[in-house]
């Protein structure tokens, strides 16, 4: 029997529902970005996110049913995302599948926010070898991870300050590049010379990350330039900024996997998007004899979908939640 599991997502400004077979075939994923409205404000404002998430979330759950060509009484269970994220958002998603799973009877699956970014890597590669390093790279996180199976998660280290996602959008917002800063940072990079500036790289004790430097690093640079009247060269700080945020993250993901023995690398988050990251991990680990996988870009960011296939995992270990299942802002891997 195929278990078919629909999963709500509304940790932070995608409104997202999907449904999942088996951890695998994503019937539908309806994502609903308000990017567009937290544009204006250089980024998300929880307030206004959990509004809109309210107004959207049962029209997403609809959609997502139509497309999977499925009534509410096919699905086997209903999973969402309990957090990390912002509260009031979580709350929205939360809400909305309890009612589901006590109106249908069917089981609720709680979901870490984290835990379904890797995941996205499972719906593409379902038979991905154990032990495994992945490396979360997203707007709220940034973490080395150890999975020795499904469901067993080590911690190695995360950053100290700013997300590799968060110092993205912080540097875009100096360069005047918009929200979100990732893709815009991305885009200009191309245009520039990653070597013309040789910005600082945080290199810390064991796993943990530090990027705030970094960030500091770049106002300065803009600040002396323009204090000399001289005209600074946007795409060569973009791209110097991008590979300097790319060598940490790169030198640290492959001392986890030289030292944890892992022979596979997984990418996961917002951040997994970034092209120039994807071909420096693939590249240098390809010398060391080690494998990269990472998920589409649209499954890297926000999406249901990997919920749903955290979901079934969760699913097929009985790990289930109650109805009372509340949201939690700071839920730790
Ligand atoms: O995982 P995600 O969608 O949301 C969180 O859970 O935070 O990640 C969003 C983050 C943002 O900081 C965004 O700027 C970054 O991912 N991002 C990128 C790219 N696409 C999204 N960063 C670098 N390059 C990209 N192509
Ligand atoms: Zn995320």
Redesign the pocket.
Known sequence: MSIKILAIET??D?TSAAVVVDGLEVLSNIISSQVDLHRKFGGVVPEVASRKHLELINHVIQEALAQAGLKFDDLDGVAVTQGP?LVGALLVGVAAAKAIAFALEIPLIAVN?LEG?IYANFLVRPDLPFPLICLV?????TDLVLIRHHGDYQLLGSTRDD????A??KV?RVLELGY????A??RLAREGNEEAIDFPRAHLEGFDFSFSGLKTAVLQYLNRLRQKGEKVNLADVAASFQKAVVDVLVDKTLQAARTYDCPAIILA???A???R?RSALVSRARREGLEVFYPP?VL???NAAMIGCAAYYKFLRGDLAPLTLNAVPGLPL
């Open positions: 940790s932070c995608e994220g926010h970014h790279v997203s707007g709220g996180h997300a590799a996602g968060e993205f959008d875009a979100p800063g990732g893709p940072i991305e988050g917002g951040v998007a970034n092209g990251l870009p890297c960011t926000d």
